[in-house]
Structures are given as C-alpha cells and as structure tokens.
C-alpha cells in the first residue's frame, strides 16, 4: 500500500515539517555531488554504525542525528519525504511546532538506539528519515486514529485508490515492520533496511505522543 493523501486537514502552516523536508532534500542534493568512493567515506562518518556508537559514545553520539539526515538513493528519499509531508503536518499542528521537532528528533533517537541494540556488532551506516518518521506515524495513530488514508492498493492485479482507516493502515504497517524485524533476526535479513529502526521510532510515537501533544487541539475536517 502506497499513501497518496490523507483526510485530515490542519489550517496551521507546517513550518517545522516543511523545514525537515527541505533540511533533508539539501542533505541528499550535497550528497549528489560527491564522486561514488567520496560519498561511501561520507556515509560511512555520518551515518549510524552500532558497534562504532557503541565501542565509542562520546566521539560518536552525533550520528545519531545526523543520519537522519542522510539517505541511499532517490527512491529512499522520496518515500521519505512524501511519507512526512502527508502525515507529519497534523501532529505538527496537534503538538506545536517546537514539541514537533524535538518529538521528531527523539523519535529518531529511540530508533537508532533500539537497533543498536537489536544488532550491536553491525558495521554497516544506518541513513534515513524512517526512524523518525516512524515516530510521526506513531503519533498520527494516537491522535488520528479515525482519519482516512487513501493508498495505492492493489487487487486482483490491479492497483485501485482506496481510502483505509488510519488506525488499519498504520497497524498493518507496523506488524509488517515487526514481522520483517524477527525475520531478520532469525537470518533472513538481506534487503538492508533497519527494521528495527522503524519499530523503535513507532513505539516511541505511541507512547510519548499525549505527552507532547498535551490538552491542545487542532481543527481538522474531512475532505473529498
């Protein structure tokens, strides 16, 4: 299931949200001008490297943000970034725009740290926005659970847009995570995505979520 857009709509402009794509899109720009061996040293230092954070915090606990920062590929970014802009300016507007972004950031930490320590002696860089965008998805399911999200959807071959409650979207979404998880875990991880990533980001959305967000309330209404 690929989003296409969601039915809440906020009326406050997504300033901070709007910023972490443009931060990220800068990011990937300078990473096109790099020859291929100057890029892979570069990803290589700033991306997140467990055994690397963990034989050494102090001179490495700076990558943990700015991995996020960083990603693989068009395709990577992409879906990054379309992901945050369709579902990141409602909790942006539900939690304010300072809470967003240290919310976004710490979600991004817990997942960085959950697969440090699901997989403590990878050497591999762990780049992308997921984590922390998992944590926006997190808090899209607390605070929107009875919104839409029209998808991409595929039956009987054919892909048909269909509008699927946030709350079974984002369920799925997260089991498939955690099944992908365990799989890797069990020695079936091959396809290079920190799945673990993504699970620590999205538990750290739901639960700290009302803390951030707080009594606040945003006007949202449902579009066609």
Known sequence: MFPLYDTARSRKFPLINLTLIAANALAFLYELQM??????????TWGLVPI????????????????????????????NMWVLYIF???????????????FYLLSGTAAGLLQTYVLPTSQVPMIGASGAIAGVLGAYLVLFPRSRV??????????????????IYLLFW????????LFAIQGGGGSGIAWWAHIGGFVFGLFMTLFFAGRRRTTYYRSY
């Open 35 to 44: 020859r291929p061996d100057a890029l892979q040293q570069f990803l290589s």
């Open 88 to 102: 990141g300016d409602n909790v942006e507007a539900r939690m304010g725009s300072l809470r967003y972004l240290v």
């Open 52 to 79: 690397r954070i963990l034989a050494d915090p102090t001179n490495n606990w700076n990558t943990i943000y700015s991995s996020m920062f960083l990603h693989g590929g068009w395709f990577h970014i992409i879906n």
């Open 150 to 167: 029209a998808s991409f959807v595929p039956i009987l071959f054919i892909f048909t847009v269909v509008e699927i409650p946030a709350f």
């Open 174 to 181: 997260f089991l498939s995570q955690l099944y992908s998880g």
